[in-house]
């Protein structure tokens, strides 16, 4: 069965650091893939997806991924964190290849995020 | 922009009480569906719906039900609650038109069951 794994249940960046949260897929075809975040108390809020239209995928906030076929990973990356990046985020696939249900989302367990000062 | 609603962003509820859980979308999506989170699990799917009037089980649905009358409307249902059913509800909709079925989620229900 498909699957996303995330390394790490908590990354701590200083401020002004790169953040990197890493997302790894398993998958014989390309899938659809997704990061979204979740800041406390609120929903799930897309930051970016992948289409592959591009391996180099540009979200929301000066978020980036970038989708590496040979290493089924989907890394999630940010040259400087900001104390606001600090939240959950959750790498996820479409099922959609797999012969599955229209597009259902497949989670990975989410990282936490944490940005010091 | 697509906008999800949830009933309630907290309900506190007693063991074997009915409860339900109210997911409204105004953007006409006809995909629909129905998550809880917890700490250390991520998002698991309970219920779906492609249609009105349609439903899906999704990946623990046990102790749960749905109720989709209308397009914008879907409901999660839990006719008997028990305590390992306190947790946070996400609802989240999307639409086939277009190719790509990203996901718009509500705010979430956090739900405690005494």
């Known amino acids: 069965a498909q699957s996303v794994t995330q390394l790490g249940s908590h990354v701590s960046v200083s401020e002004g650091a790169l953040v990197l949260l890493r997302c790894n897929y398993s998958?014989?075809?390309?899938?659809?893939l997704f990061w979204y975040v979740q800041y406390p108390n609120q929903g799930l809020q897309l930051l970016l997806k992948y289409t592959s239209a591009a391996t180099l995928v540009k979200g929301i906030n000066g978020f980036e991924a970038e989708f590496k076929k040979s290493e089924t990973s989907f890394h999630l990356t940010k040259p400087s964190a900001h104390m606001s990046d600090a939240a959950e985020y959750f790498c996820a696939v479409s099922d959609r290849y797999y012969g599955g249900s229209q597009g259902n989302l497949i989670f990975g367990k989410g990282t936490k995020l944490s940005v010091k000062p | 922009d697509v906008k999800v609603t949830q009933s309630s962003r907290y309900l506190v509820k007693r063991t074997g009480e009915k409860v339900f859980l109210e997911c409204v979308q105004d953007?006409?999506?006809?995909?629909m569906f129905w998550y809880r989170q917890d700490p250390g699990l991520g998002l698991r799917l309970i219920y779906f719906s492609y249609d009105v009037k349609m439903k899906e089980k999704g990946d623990i649905p046990e102790g749960y039900s749905v109720s989709r009358e209308k397009k914008e409307r879907f409901s999660l249902i839990l006719e008997s609650a028990s305590t390992n059913q306190t947790s946070m509800y996400l609802c989240?909709?999307?639409?086939?038109?277009?190719?790509?079925?990203?996901?718009?989620f509500g705010p979430g229900t956090r739900l405690l069951v005494l």
């Open positions: 953007m006409d999506h006809e995909n």
């Open positions: 998958s014989s075809v390309p899938p659809y």
């Open positions: 989240a909709s999307s639409t086939r038109r277009g190719g790509l079925e990203t996901q718009y």
